[in-house]
């Protein structure tokens, strides 16, 4: 604060910083996720996105397709905090593939670090969707379901 001492408008400075950190003081933070160290998955993790995933629901139709009967695979399905699960948790309901007990799948709070999200994508093995990926993700290959998923519904 010294340093703005000699500017003219130090007392609108000061006022505008006064405000933020009384605005910041009163936001309510998001209540932690359990640390992304601890994640459990099968040997072969394949990521997802809600948005995604309930967008084309062919998709999780054609993973539960592929891996059903596999003991390596997992599906961690990444979705923003406070979002609305209830349209994911009816989409795997709706698939007696995906509800059953050889499909492994996990909603994640997508991560808000850099290194969570460089630690989340050195243990995945692809993503389950095409559409544009942000790095680090991007580098990750496309999981074979979502070929399977375009042929069956025409694309």
Do not use: K, N
């Amino acid at each position: 604060m010294r340093a703005f001492s000699c500017d003219p408008f130090d007392g609108a400075l000061a006022i505008d910083l006064a405000v933020a950190l009384h605005r910041e003081a009163q936001e309510r933070l998001p209540a932690p996720s359990a640390p992304l160290i601890a994640f459990e998955a099968r040997p072969r993790l394949t990521l997802a996105w809600l948005d995604e995933l309930t967008a084309r629901p062919e998709l999780l139709r054609a993973f539960a397709e592929e891996t059903g009967g596999d003991e390596d695979a997992s599906l961690a399905v990444l979705f923003p905090r406070r979002a609305d699960l209830s349209a994911l948790v009816a989409l795997v309901e709706s698939d007696e593939l995906a509800a059953g007990d050889g499909c492994d799948i996990t909603a994640l709070p997508e991560p808000v670090t850099p290194p969570a999200h460089a630690l989340l994508a050195a243990r995945a093995c692809a993503r389950l969707g095409d559409g544009p990926a942000t790095a680090p993700y991007s580098d990750l290959p496309v999981h074979g379901a979502v070929e399977r998923a375009e042929y069956a519904v025409g694309r």
